[in-house]
């Protein structure tokens, strides 16, 4: 079943709440991120995607957690800050999440979508469609550069 993501509410940084249908019309690609996981230099390919792919309509959205082996247990400000410094990573980060367990959006809706299932770890992609429909999710091991993720990126920019 396809799950259409538009209608779910996420809190941004300032805590305000966001719809990601404010992105509509762009496609995104939703992380949960960490600061001191294995995955974490990942932030680096991800700001290579905003940069690359940003122009044709496309957005990382990136959703500290610190669910899996408490390895985000700072406060926003100091992750914005460690991703800025050592990442230069400049694309939107939201306030924490949890993406299992006792979920809160965007995973409550996203891990409905198939493969369903909870997120397993740090770093796992969900890709989302101009129309909101989530297309695509790739395990923690898929790194940003990957030729399985540019391509699937690419595509749903084309399509």
Request: net charge negative; proline share 4%; with cysteine.
């Amino acid at each position: 079943m396809a799950i259409n993501a538009s209608d779910v509410a996420v809190r941004d940084a300032k805590g305000g709440e966001r719809k990601l249908s404010d992105w509509g019309g762009k496609v995104l690609l939703i992380v949960n991120v960490a600061s001191r996981c294995g995955f974490t230099r990942q932030y680096a390919g991800l700001q290579k995607l905003q940069d690359t792919y940003g122009p044709q309509g496309f957005a990382v959205l990136g959703f500290p957690c610190n669910d899996f082996g408490a390895q985000e247990p700072g406060t926003l400000p100091e992750i914005q800050q460690f991703c800025s410094t050592t990442y230069g990573a400049s694309f939107e980060l939201f306030d924490k999440v949890h993406a299992t367990g006792a979920k809160t959006e965007p995973y409550t809706t996203l891990t409905q979508a198939e493969p369903a299932g909870d997120v397993a770890w740090n770093f796992e992609k969900f890709l989302i469609g101009k129309d909101g429909t989530v297309i695509a999710r790739f395990k923690s091991g898929v790194e940003p550069d990957s030729a399985e993720l540019t391509g699937a990126i690419e595509a749903a920019l084309a399509a």
